[in-house]
T-cell receptor, first 113, second 107 residues
Framework: NAGVTQTPKFQVLKTGQSMTLQCAQD?????MYWYRQDPGMGLRLIYY???????DKGEVPNGYNVSRLNKREFSLRLESAAPSQTSVYFC????????????FGPGTRLLVL | RKEVEQDPGPFNVPEGATVAFNCTYS??????FFWYRQDCRKEPKLLMS???SGNEDGRFTAQLNRASQYISLLIRDSKLSDSATYLC????????FGAGTRLTVKP
């Protein structure tokens, strides 16, 4: 099992460009999450999907959109990238929503110039 | 005040030392508590859950103090491989992560 996979691993964007971060899990988990991690701050939840067909905003959703394509895949889209979105993005999944163990992907390092 | 606060460290300790980290949280309605470990430039991974009565996993002991709203992690007989950042995680409606405490174990 690959667990949680993310693509790309690294990306450099110019301000105003758009891109989609891809995430897939093969653990048959119902819930999936997108976080960002910045220096000196904990991981912050951007969006989550408690189950296939549902998505909800987390702590820092502005500037992002998500799509739960199917049970396996959950994508994060930046429509117009800004330097403030320079960060490391982690996707995670868990069997159920709530206080369940979350399994993280390897992360995407994004630099917006 | 941050919702979940940790001493950022770094903690530099020799092999074999005992080291303890604390984490405080602001929401008294918090339901579940975890410690995650994150190696440099890697993803976080669950180290252990924290139970009300305290729990141990080998050299690691986690404790919860609901009255004072903090959790702790004790590592005994530190190994070089314990060098990492330790993230405190508290849940209420969703999971809230501390910024992490960096530990370096030196020979």
């Amino acid at each position: 099992n690959a667990g949680v996979t993310q693509t790309p691993k690294f990306q450099v964007l110019k301000t105003g460009q758009s891109m989609t971060l891809q995430c897939a899990q093969d653990m048959n988990h119902n819930s999936m999450y997108w976080y960002r991690q910045d220096p000196g701050m904990g991981l912050r939840l951007i969006y989550y999907s408690a189950s296939e067909g549902t998505t909800d905003k987390g702590e820092v959703p502005n500037g992002y959109n998500v799509s739960r394509l199917n049970k396996r895949e959950f994508s994060l889209r930046l429509e117009s990238a800004a330097p403030s979105q320079t960060s490391v993005y982690f996707c995670a999944s868990s069997e159920a929503p709530g206080p369940e163990t979350q399994y993280f992907g390897p992360g995407t390092r994004l630099l917006v110039l | 005040r941050k919702e979940v606060e940790q001493d950022p460290g770094p903690f530099n300790v020799p092999e074999g030392a005992t080291v303890a980290f604390n984490c405080t949280y602001s929401n008294s309605a918090s339901q579940s508590f975890f410690w995650y470990r994150q190696d440099c430039r890697k993803e976080p991974k669950l180290l252990m859950s924290v139970y009300s009565s305290g729990n141990e996993d080998g050299r690691f002991t986690a404790q919860l103090n609901r009255a004072s709203q903090y959790i702790s992690l004790l590592i005994r007989d530190s190994k070089l491989s314990d060098s990492a950042t330790y993230l405190c995680v508290v849940t209420w409606s969703d999971m809230r992560f501390g910024a992490g405490t960096r530990l370096t174990v030196k020979p």
